[in-house]
């Protein structure tokens, strides 16, 4: 197996720019999760989805930020319009209905200029 | 909700010197306790982690201790080497809820 592939890896953009970030979760994993990782406020869940139907979004920090999960294979979390603070790095992770390990993703490195 | 607080902040050893990293916990029905180690550049993995009717769990150099009265759960590396250098996270989460929360993360270093 794979593992969690997330793609990009790096992205520079403008402040303004829509951004997105893509998410493909383990096979027959039913749980997904978007997390925001920075110096100042460490792991953050933003939101996650059970059998592609988000449960909690109680993270997500603005209206800027969504996230879809259109089927079991593939996650977006968009930010529109990105700001500079936005910089972090953002990981997907999953997880089985039948076990609390969570697989994270390497990560997609955000710089918003 | 679940508050995770995590100490030392960071932790320098000298190698073959054991390392410990203890976490609280703030919600009693807390059941789920992982630990996972990040390189640095790299993803967040799990090394170990106990589940509430354990209260203590080895693996190898690696052990995690487990106070449920106290809430807190404490890593304990015994043996370290350089290669154990790394932020070091504690989690916490409830059976039936996958919101699970980090603490702030212990950097270790391991001295040669």
């Known amino acids: 197996d794979a593992g969690v592939i997330q793609s990009p890896r790096h992205e520079v953009t403008e402040m303004g720019q829509e951004v997105t970030l893509r998410c493909k979760p383990i096979?027959?994993?039913?749980?997904l999760f978007w997390y925001r990782q920075t110096m100042m406020r460490g792991l953050e869940l933003l939101i996650y989805?059970?059998?592609?139907?988000?449960?909690?979004d109680s993270g997500m920090p603005e209206d800027r930020f969504s996230a879809k999960m259109p089927n079991a294979s593939f996650s977006t979390l968009k930010i529109q319009p990105s700001e500079p603070r936005d910089s972090a790095v953002y990981f997907c992770?999953?997880?089985?209905?039948?076990?609390?390990?969570?697989?994270f993703g390497p990560g997609t490195r955000l710089t918003v200029t | 909700g679940e508050n995770v607080e995590q100490h030392p902040s960071t932790l320098s050893v000298q190698e073959g010197d054991s390392a410990v990293i203890k976490c609280t916990y703030s919600d009693s029905a807390s059941n789920y306790f992982p630990w996972y180690k990040q390189e640095l550049g790299k993803r967040p993995q799990l090394i170990i982690d106990i589940r509430s009717n354990v209260g203590e769990k080895k693996d190898q150099r690696i052990a995690v201790t487990l106070n449920k009265t106290a809430k807190h759960f404490s890593l304990h590396i015994t043996e370290t080497q350089p290669e154990d250098s790394a932020v070091y996270f504690c989690?916490?989460?409830?059976?039936?809820?996958?919101?699970?929360?980090f603490g702030a993360g212990t950097r270790l270093t391991v001295k040669p």
């Open positions: 989690a916490a989460r409830k059976y039936n809820n996958n919101d699970m929360r």
């Open positions: 989805f059970n059998n592609n139907v988000p449960i909690d």
């Open positions: 992770a999953s997880s089985s209905d039948n076990k609390y390990e969570q697989y």
């Open positions: 096979s027959g994993h039913d749980y």
